[in-house]
């Protein structure tokens, strides 16, 4: 399944939740992520990601499709980690 997957962490918190999302999604933006990844795999992602967050203070939003191609996507600026340009 294709996700996009953003949240919104207290600052102590960060650094930990972006380097459980890289392993899992690609970076996009601040607090974005996306990309291909399984139902086992996005379970193991959020049960980590729990243990994490103080879920009373942050969120964490997960929007899923089958298939990337159903999303549309546009860009307006800088993309700030377009893969595109590492190939």
Not at 69 to 74: G, T
Not at 76 to 85: F, S
Request: hydrophobic residues 40%.
């Amino acid at each position: 399944m294709y996700v996009i997957l953003v949240y919104d962490i207290g600052e102590r918190r960060v650094t930990k939740m972006l380097k459980l999302c890289r392993q899992y999604l690609n970076w996009i933006q601040n607090s974005v992520f996306e990309g291909e990844i399984t139902e086992v795999k996005l379970k193991e992602l959020i049960a980590q990601a729990k243990k994490i967050m103080k879920e009373k203070d942050d969120s964490l939003i997960v929007f899923k499709s089958r298939d990337k191609r159903w999303l549309s996507k546009e860009v307006i600026g800088q993309e700030k980690n377009d893969l595109d340009t590492f190939l």
